[in-house]
């Protein structure tokens, strides 16, 4: 009785191992089965496994080299090999998938905090608007895309990098909001980006400050709401309006509304 309980003070049922090490018993018998890493001790009549503290280690490194995506064969290669230049070289192309990793993770960090910004303003309205409403908003910079006319998900991501591009040699001299929209005249539609920084370039447009006539609405329902929009202004003005403006508004991950804009002043 007295060496059983010497050796449980010395060994770890899978559980205990599994908790001491942040996985799952499952995943420790994963690594038995496939040689990576086995119990000091099996009961031979139980089948239980028991770890010894030498055995935690070992899953612990197998643990780290796992967040290094190494594949499980390659972590069975490092811990059998004895020659350090092949182990260097391995963690050195880790470093680099790393590093790598790290880059993607910033930039997913931004378009995560982009996209609170933008659900917790959305959050913060008052109250939804619906029918046709007034704003009065700010002269807005806009630069019109040489290419994209309508948003996918797919042009959405990264969508600025498609306007510093199109600058060219001044990219350096432009700043933009993270603001998508359309504009539309008799010429067709263009996505747009809004400048906060510029130089006069082709495809540079300024939106008057001023009373804008304003309707929320989907994809399909844009055609009809700007030409609703286009028919009221028109009524309230005199003359049919040149152009309309359509600003992508977030209404779920994947999904969006517009808010057309009809400038009646």
């Not at 599994?18 to 001790?41: F, M, N, Q, W």
């Not at 880790?94 to 905090?113: H, T, V, W, Y």
């Not at 895309?145 to 001044?170: C, I, M």
């Not at 909001?177 to 540079?204: H, Q, S, W």
Request: aromatic share 10%.
């Amino acid at each position: 009785h007295k060496s059983q309980e010497i050796f449980m003070k010395n060994f770890y049922s899978i559980k205990k191992a599994a908790e001491l090490c942040k996985t799952t018993a499952e995943t420790l018998r994963h690594y038995d089965r496939i040689g990576l890493v086995h119990p000091s001790d099996t009961d031979e009549w139980t089948g239980y496994r028991y770890y010894s503290p030498d055995d935690i280690v070992r899953i612990n490194t197998v643990r780290a080299l796992q967040s290094m995506d190494f594949s499980l064969k390659e972590i069975k290669d490092i811990l059998q090999t004895k020659n350090f230049e092949k182990i260097i070289y391995m963690l050195d192309s880790a470093l680099g998938r790393a590093d790598r990793k790290i880059e993607e993770l910033k930039e997913a960090k931004q378009k995560i905090l982009r996209a609170r910004k933008q659900y917790s303003e959305k959050q913060a309205e008052s109250q939804p608007r619906e029918g046709i409403y007034e704003r009065t908003l700010p002269q807005r910079t806009i630069l019109l895309s040489d290419k994209l006319t309508e948003p996918t998900v797919e042009n959405l991501t990264g969508y600025l990098r498609h306007f510093f591009a199109q600058t060219g040699e001044n990219a350096d001299k432009f700043t933009f909001e993270d603001i998508a929209g359309i504009y539309t005249d008799n010429d067709g539609a263009r996505m747009f980006a809004v400048c906060k920084n510029y130089l006069t370039v082709p495809g540079l447009i300024f939106l008057p400050e001023g009373r804008y006539l304003c309707a929320m609405c989907d994809k399909a329902a844009r055609p009809a709401a700007e030409e609703e929009l286009a028919a009221r202004a028109e009524e309230l003005c005199g003359a049919k309006p040149e152009y309309s403006i359509s600003i992508l508004t977030l209404t779920g991950i994947l999904n969006w509304e517009y808010e057309v804009q009809v400038f009646i002043e």
